[in-house]
């Protein structure tokens, strides 16, 4: 083989190794730079995070992505070790999660509450009080519809611990007048109205939810009805693709006072759908 020839391969093979490693530095500097949020449904079909991600982006250079499902497929994602953040509303869940070494502490966030929504013909009679446990009762009682989401989500956690505390055994009924969606809220909620079945929402997402028909808000300002959101570093020692260093700016800049009051000023029609709560921190 010739001198030149040689040379011209050399020097290909050269431009290659070159080529791939700058093309390796950009996607690492990339991956540094990028978060990825395991979250329930309703912080995004809410549309916080298009308020937010931005805000945290412009000042912290990090771009952040969220996969958003309900919160108890959010958790086995996160023990998949498929994210750096988990931000969810079941705080029971969290606190096992912690405890099973995925994650590295938990921090209260932000709050809102649920609500029961309904046709305003209201078959079963439960409009005009506060109180869920009988809302529930009698609802069971008129076997009148109710479509859970049946998703192990945040918010199907919160109506079974309901069902629970009214002494009914809903699942009973499954198939009959309690009929389980298995899907997100927005899709549960357009399933109530189609069937015309009372549902419990969380309420930023009915907020946001623009099918509502002839639905109103049925049973609201129950203290068993508040929702707590919390937000985790998933444990890098679990889970050795963790970012935690951006990971914890995120978890440092939404507990901030800047981040906090942002997400007291994220509003649709007028109205906030989430109340901070964290105990500030700089």
């Not at 916080?48 to 992505?65: C, V």
């Not at 750096?84 to 029971?92: G, M, P, T």
């Not at 639905?215 to 300002?221: C, L, M």
């Not at 998933?234 to 935690?244: L, R, S, W």
Request: with cysteine; net charge neutral; proline share 2%.
């Amino acid at each position: 083989m010739n001198l030149t020839l040689l040379k011209t391969r050399y020097l290909v093979t050269r431009f290659i190794s070159v080529l791939l490693s700058v093309t390796t530095c950009f996607a690492n500097a990339d991956d540094q730079n990028s978060l990825l949020i395991q979250s329930t449904t309703s912080t995004a079909n809410s549309g916080l995070y298009d308020y937010l991600l931005p805000l945290f982006s412009a000042d912290n250079g990090i771009t952040a992505h969220v996969i958003a499902v309900g919160t108890g497929q959010a958790i086995k994602n996160a023990k998949n070790c498929d994210g750096d953040i988990l931000l969810v509303h079941a705080k029971s869940a969290e606190q096992a999660f912690i405890s099973d070494g995925f994650g590295v502490e938990r921090y209260d966030l932000m709050y809102n509450d649920f609500i029961f929504v309904g046709p305003d013909t209201d078959p079963a009679g439960i409009s005009g009080s506060n109180d869920a446990i009988k809302a529930l009762q009698k609802i069971s009682k008129s076997a009148a519809l109710f479509a859970s989401r049946g998703d192990d989500s945040g918010t199907h956690k919160k109506e079974t611990q309901l069902w629970k505390l009214a002494n009914v055994n809903a699942q009973a009924a499954s198939g009959a007048w309690y009929r389980e969606t298995g899907s997100g809220m927005g899709a549960t909620l357009n399933t109530a109205v189609g069937m015309q079945a009372y549902t419990i929402t969380d309420r930023a997402t009915w907020i946001s939810f623009k099918n509502k028909s002839n639905f109103t808000i049925q049973i609201e300002a129950d203290p068993q009805l508040f929702n707590q959101y919390g937000v985790i570093l998933i444990n890098p020692e679990k889970c050795p693709t963790v970012k935690q260093q951006a990971g914890q700016q995120f978890i440092n800049w939404l507990l901030s006072e800047k981040g906090q009051q942002a997400i007291a000023n994220y509003k649709l029609n007028d109205q906030q759908l989430f109340f901070p709560n964290a105990k500030i921190s700089e």
